[in-house]
């Protein structure tokens, strides 16, 4: 018994099962099943270990460029340590507010990141807490938790399934799946069939897989499987055995710290060695040292990392407010990277919810057409419908959910049916007390059809609805428009003909017979099945959502491919496919088989045009999602069931379904869907997007102004001029000038065409000319600085009682903060003028900037403020000179827009760029 988890029980008889357990259909004894679950262990699967807030905290301060601002506040404490006659004394305020900046960053990351996990607890199920069982030739309840393999279960209507079980016998019972194998629609059970080692495990009817629903009716079977040995157990464990990765947003601020920290390195040397080889440089060693590490930090913008942590923050909470329940930061943006979206298709792009779309009754057939339900009361009434909706009412056993209007408990095909009936004003269980049930047949799969006896206004009249071919043998007549005639094999043939056409669309088919009888039957095996008159048919499927095809349309515009993965079979996935406009002249089909028979090398082939994947296993899903990340793809998957999990954690950004989806699903997902709607991701894609767009504003906004800081020290040096700004005036402009408006440019508006140009696939920030941007804007601010000491140091100007050193320092620093100010302005758009805004106002970055200015004005102007930062005031015609030089770059980067416009009109066929 050491094995018996791993054997293919569904290819033995449930005598076989019972002799490999050593059990019996009088259950096992009390000690015995002590005994195996003492060697089992029990029936739950092993809990994930939440994430603790020390491992949240370190991999917020653990990427490259919180590293290296961490170098630069240890640098900053080794300067202030160090003797006065080295340069000592210095750096502790900049180490204090490095240390600060970094604290923020942890803190907004790990912060949103408990409340979506704190979120996520809160959308958990509850799951099956007992288990009826039979022990000691007894039946008791016993936590569910504590069933064994080998023990007796039995399972009854609404039920959750506790184990793996095979079943030995059954009442016409059928299991909702859909959670672990993708069918949409109820399976029914056959305990006593035996079926092959390879078949499917949406196709195993012997079987009652764990976590799985009873719809309804009720059934006995041994467990075979618990806990981690069950096939939900053994998808969880595929959950553990995936790795963590890297999401395209912190791969590509790696990028960017990477590219700052080698120019800050090439700085550093080169002042360091022209210092030592220049004889017109008189600095000591270590100040030569000092410099060129002071001007290597510099080139990293300080509050790149917060600032990016804010951005992705506001983008969760815009999300939130669109129904994306984001679990962290980074996922944000990644879905804007996005180039493919595989989805589910039950609950995602259908509604989840069996519907009656097409019926045919009387002329119907004759013409060879059915007829569309949606508004069909208003356009032929109900009384050319009367029989047909009298067997919709009254044949099944579902009925409508008092806590949810609009919703049925039950079966979803007889669900279907009592809401079709309700279109046209017959609420099923009044209609029922009006015609009370006398007598029924219920459904079996051997029949493949239900009957039942009214008692109605004409008499007693039987109803029979099932599987149309199994339906037509039993009728002698048939309805028309003028009335019940005898029924001919042409007759028989047309209907079949239509109701096949029907299923060709991947509809369900229902056909629909009555017969009057005289009294009840006696027995429950009498034959009342004969002699009867077929009253119509309806197709029910489960409908695509209607808002589904413009958010795919937006998809496609967009460059992003979405591709279909369900358990379902192949007709109902195309079917379901075409409508929603998924599938496109040149696309394929791929079942679960042919995917079986395909290499790694082919699936990569035929991946990339392949946009319907059906009748899949979870193992496959798995295997879709890693062909698509190996051929270069961004891919987003959602899912709401079990099976669904290992693809979701291997995905670049797993999509949970909030309502319909299980905890596992949840647990192993990136962002929840709490409407379980496919357009809900259109949103959040166009956010990711947004976010990225501002991301990269916001370096180029920092870079650039960092740029002109490392230049204007740099070359000052080179010129051999004194120091033109101090330390301490670079990080007061990195942190509190230029921070705001960053931040407010993270929530700029998303540009006009942001889903109308594909998405992004280079690994860094820095593509399509952000570099050249970047430096020219640089040197644009670096000129005005440059101006502005050079006109302090050289120009006969007022320099109003001060030394014209400090003036000079003066000027440019306040030239360096008012400039890259303005610039903020520039950044809202790389071609669109700051005057004719092409996304909209942003009233934050106007106050940001006011805010900003109102911290340049108190260092300046405030007694005492100004001496600690080595300020003084100024005459008059300095600050015009200062106002001059501070709005050149906005002119500057103005006229560059005016001939890159131009640029780009004399070359209208391409495609405007992401960053546009």
């Not at 000092?290 to 506001?314: C, D, H, K, V």
């Not at 407010?321 to 493919?340: C, F, I, M, Y």
């Not at 099976?643 to 989806?661: F, Y």
């Not at 000491?789 to 007022?798: D, F, G």
Request: some cysteine; hydrophobic content about 45%; aromatic content about 6%.
């Amino acid at each position: 018994m050491e094995d018996q988890q791993q054997r293919p029980w569904h290819a033995m008889s449930y005598r076989q099962a019972e002799e490999v357990l050593k059990t019996s259909e009088e259950g096992l004894s009390d000690e015995e099943a002590a005994a195996r679950l003492q060697k089992y262990g029990k029936n739950v699967l092993k809990e994930v270990k939440p994430k603790s807030v020390w491992r949240m905290i370190w991999e917020q301060i653990s990427d490259i460029m919180v590293i290296i601002l961490f170098l630069a506040m240890i640098f900053s404490l080794v300067m202030y340590f160090l003797p006065e006659d080295m340069g000592g004394g210095e750096g502790l305020p900049e180490a204090i507010v490095i240390l600060c900046v970094i604290v923020l960053n942890a803190s907004v990351g790990v912060i949103q990141e408990k409340k979506a996990a704190d979120a996520l607890e809160a959308l958990k199920n509850m799951t099956a807490p007992n288990a009826r069982v039979l022990r000691n030739g007894e039946e008791s309840v016993v936590p569910a938790s504590e069933l064994v393999p080998g023990d007796i279960v039995y399972l009854e209507d609404g039920a959750i399934v506790p184990a793996d079980i095979r079943i030995i016998n059954d009442n016409n019972m059928s299991i909702q799946e859909a959670s672990l194998t993708g069918e949409s629609v109820p399976v029914p059970k056959d305990g006593p069939t035996v079926l092959p080692e390879d078949a499917p495990l949406g196709d195993r009817v012997n079987m009652a897989f764990s976590s799985s629903i009873v719809m309804y009716g009720n059934a006995v079977g041994i467990v075979v499987g618990t806990g981690m040995n069950t096939e939900v157990g053994k998808i969880a464990d595929m959950l553990k055995t995936q790795d963590d990765f890297q999401t395209p947003i912190k791969k590509k601020l790696n990028s960017v710290g990477k590219i700052l920290t080698l120019v800050g390195v090439i700085v550093c040397v080169a002042i360091m060695v022209i210092g030592f080889l220049d004889t017109r440089v008189h600095r000591e060693w270590y100040d030569l040292v000092f410099l060129g590490i002071s001007l290597a930090i510099s080139i990293i913008p300080e509050g790149l990392p917060a600032t990016a942590t804010i951005i992705m923050a506001f983008g969760v909470q815009r999300m939130a407010k669109k129904n994306a329940l984001v679990k962290s930061l980074p996922a944000v943006e990644t879905l804007g990277s996005a180039t493919v979206v595989c989805c589910d298709k039950t609950g995602t792009l259908t509604l989840n919810k069996m519907t009656v779309t097409h019926v045919a009754v009387g002329s119907d057939f004759e013409m060879g057409m059915t007829t569309l339900t949606e508004n069909l009361k208003d356009k032929y009434g109900r009384n050319i419908y009367q029989d047909l909706l009298d067997a919709c009412a009254l044949c099944g056993n579902a009925h409508m959910d008092p806590d949810r209007p609009g919703e049925t408990m039950g079966d979803p095909t007889e669900g279907a049916l009592i809401l079709f009936a309700d279109k046209f004003g017959i609420n099923s269980e009044d209609y029922e007390d009006e015609h009370p049930r006398m007598f029924e047949q219920p459904f079996d799969s051997d029949r493949k059809r239900m009957t039942t006896l009214n008692q109605m206004s004409e008499g007693l009249v039987a109803y029979t609805k099932g599987a149309v071919d199994e339906m037509l043998p039993l009728c002698t007549h048939y309805l028309t428009s003028n009335g019940v005639r005898e029924m001919t094999d042409v007759d028989r043939r047309k209907i079949l003909d239509l109701c096949n056409n029907m299923s060709k669309n991947a509809l369900r088919v229902l056909g629909f017979a009555k017969r009057k009888l005289v009294k009840v039957p006696e027995n429950e095996t009498d034959d009342i099945e004969f002699d009867m008159t077929f009253v119509g048919a309806v197709g029910m499927i489960d409908p695509p959502r209607k808002e589904v095809i413009g958010a795919v349309e937006t998809c496609h515009e967009a460059g992003i491919r979405v591709i279909m993965i369900t358990g379902d079979h192949k007709v109902t996935a195309l079917a379901i496919a075409k409508q929603l406009h998924i599938f496109r002249k040149g696309n394929t089909v791929i079942t679960g088989p042919e995917l079986d028979e395909m290499t790694d090398e082919q699936l990569d082939e035929a991946v990339k045009d392949c946009v319907v994947f059906a009748r899949v296993s979870p193992s496959d899903k798995l295997r879709i999602i890693k062909s698509l990340k190996r051929t270069g793809e961004v891919a987003a998957m959602t899912g709401d069931g079990v099976n669904d999990s290992p693809a979701l954690k291997e995905a670049d950004i797993g999509v949970a379904m909030g309502i319909t989806g299980t905890d596992v699903a949840k647990e192993a997902a990136d962002m929840i869907l709490l409407d379980d709607n496919f357009t809900t991701i259109e949103h959040a894609i166009r956010e990711g997007r947004r976010v990225y767009r501002n991301i990269q504003k916001v370096i180029q906004f920092l870079v650039a102004g960092n740029i002109s800081e490392i230049l204007t020290l740099f070359l000052a040096f080179i010129f051999g001029w004194e120091d033109p700004i101090l330390a301490i005036h670079v990080l007061l402009i990195n942190l509190a000038t230029d921070s705001l408006p960053a931040i407010a440019l993270g929530v700029d508006p998303a540009d006009r065409n942001v889903m109308k140009v594909p998405p992004v696939k280079s690994g860094t920030l820095f593509e399509k000319g952000v570099i050249i941007r970047i430096v020219v804007h640089g040197l644009f601010i670096t000129a005005s600085a440059l101006s502005a000491y050079a006109v302090a140091e050289l120009a006969p100007i007022n320099l109003n009682g001060n030394e014209r050193h400090e003036v000079a320092m003066t000027m440019t620093f306040m030239v360096l903060a008012l400039s890259q100010l303005v610039h903020a302005i520039n950044q809202r758009s790389n071609y669109d003028s700051v005057f004719r805004p092409g996304q909209g106002h942003n009233h934050f970055l106007y106050g940001a900037m006011a805010a900003s200015l109102a911290i340049v004005a108190f260092v300046s102007f405030v007694p005492g403020i100004m001496d600690f930062f080595e300020l003084v005031y100024l005459d008059w015609s300095c600050y015009l000179i200062v106002l001059a030089l501070a709005v050149f770059p906005l002119v500057a980067v103005e006229i560059t827009k005016v001939f890159m416009r131009i640029w780009k009109k004399m070359h209208t066929a391409a495609q405007p760029d992401l960053a546009d």
